[in-house]
């Protein structure tokens, strides 16, 4: 099975490889990513080290205060942070800057993940949440090279596809592989698909250990003071195609309620702002742009945030948030972060990324799932017409955030014995490591 997936991967790599190309040409972000997705660009650490892996913005999140709680416990340890998309690219540079050695992932191709690895030598590697690459993993466990799955989840959705593979995908997990799973489910799902049941430990979500850094949560309050002290301001936070729309058309009834409401808009996708600019000059709708480097004005309904990577300090400028990816079928995005700052929440009813998340805050109170932009607009109109209720649901949140946390303690205790363990001498074929990095990390 695993020579007939090897097969596929080598069919697809073309056009994988084009569609990569293709994006390059108007997106800036994804030049120089492709060398690095085949393993033939990147950094090149002073020594064995640690490497995570985060798919986007939120596993990298979620991944930092995991890096921090290691570092502090084995100073001086090269940390290299992978992601898949720009968007987790630029988070990374946002969170940890020159600390740690950032690359792209390289495809699930033998060739790729040998010259990767040749170049970073892990000591231990730590995949977040959901990422399973059979290549990638039969290759760590052929080096003794331990594997962590942190924070991790599988869907029942999932599990039906993978039974699919059952052969596969159990072989994969057979690596030496430990888990720490977010539930209870979670664990018995990798069970199902071919996990060594002494492996598979609850460990909780790490996305609860969270932290807004005070210099976000400093600016977003003080955005907030400077234009919009004393009018009623909602986010509608990682916005996709028909979401916008949505929003707009939510402000619009907001409005007549509360004239000088103001909506802070954040698409998901950079590759959008053109488009939602037009949907809002479509509209007639007066507004100001984070890119052009003005603020709003009294006259403006709406802020876009065309930038990236400052949605957590307009989440911190707002009064209640609306986080997208769930009125269309994408899933869901992340909850933790307006959760963490007290705000009230709105999702739409798509929330299967992670869903106990979102039944967890919907049951305590700080989150409403609506279906419609009216149903939008009511809700967020009832917070606004009770602004104590509103940081008193948000609060409920940020409550149900605190207990949950705890996860990257036990994390902790998962790997620091495997970072305890004396670093291996470079294989056959492997090079001794470079003496400086800093120019191969993008």
Known sequence: MRLVYVLLIYLLAPVVIAMEAWKALWNPEYRGRLGQRMGFDGPEPPGPGLWVHGVSVGEVQASAALIQALRREFPGLPVVVTTVTPTGAQRAR?????????????????GAVRRFLDRTRPRVAIIMETEIWPTLYQALGSRGIPLVMASARVSTRSVDRYRHLA??????????????????????????????????????NVKYDMEIPAASVEAGRAFRARVAANRPVWIAGSTHEGEEDAALAAHA??????????????????????????????????????????????????????????????????????????????????LLEPAVLGLPMLSGPYNHNAQDVADLFEQCGALRVVRSKEELAQKACEWFDEPARARADGERGRQAVAQSRGAVTRLVAMVAPLLSRPAEPPGPGERPAASSASSGSR
């Open 94 to 110: 946002a969170l940890f800057g020159d600390t740690v050695f950032h690359c792209y992932l390289p495809y699930d191709l033998p």
């Open 167 to 204: 052969s596969l995908f159990r072989k994969t997990l057979s690596h030496g592989i430990l888990i720490g799973a977010q539930t209870a489910a979670d664990a018995e799902r990798f069970r199902i698909i071919g996990a060594a049941p002494d492996r598979v430990r609850v460990t909780g």
């Open 253 to 334: 009834i907001v409005r007549e309620r509360h004239p000088d409401a103001l909506l802070i808009l954040v698409p998901r996708h950079p590759q959008r702002f053109e488009a939602v600019r037009a949907l809002l000059r479509k509209r007639g709708v007066e507004f100001a742009s984070r890119s052009s480097g003005d603020e709003p004005a009294a006259r403006h309904g709406v802020f876009l945030v065309d930038t990236l990577g400052e949605l957590q300090m307009f989440y911190a400028a707002a009064d209640v948030a609306f986080v997208a990816g769930s009125l269309v079928p994408i899933g869901g995005h992340s």
